[in-house]
């Protein structure tokens, strides 16, 4: 259920990321549920593997991309859990690229911006 939450939100704020296709629970009794959550995946690489290919130039140039649409997560009330999964470039555009590298959070404080922003950087080698 998390997974169609952080989707729902994303699409809401506008933060670029996976498509929510569906959403739908069930319950199975008086304390369980079932549910599932589809969505379409974005197109691209996965940061972490496009790294390894891209020039010390091209790192810089989406490092400033990844700021933006970190400082788009923060302000939709988004943090990261897994930066190393979290983003992807499709032709130089960076958007989330897993929804379970992404937590709601009811405040996002500066030392956690500059968390957020720190990782990307230790990521793509450009600190």
Do not use: N
Request: with cysteine.
């Amino acid at each position: 259920m998390t997974i169609g939450r952080v989707l729902f939100h994303l699409q809401r704020y506008g933060v670029p990321g996976p498509r929510l296709l569906a959403f739908g629970q069930r319950l199975t009794s008086a304390i369980g549920a079932e549910w599932f959550a589809l969505y379409e995946s974005p197109p691209g690489v996965p940061l972490q593997k496009w790294r390894h290919t891209a020039s010390s130039a091209a790192r810089r140039a989406v490092l400033d991309r990844v700021t933006d649409c970190l400082a788009k997560l923060h302000a939709a009330g988004c943090v990261l859990t897994d930066p190393q999964a979290a983003f992807a470039v499709c032709d130089g555009a960076v958007c989330v690229a897993d929804p379970r590298a992404v937590r709601i959070a009811r405040r996002v404080s500066a030392s956690v911006r500059r968390r957020d922003i720190r990782d990307a950087a230790r990521l793509l080698g450009a600190e």
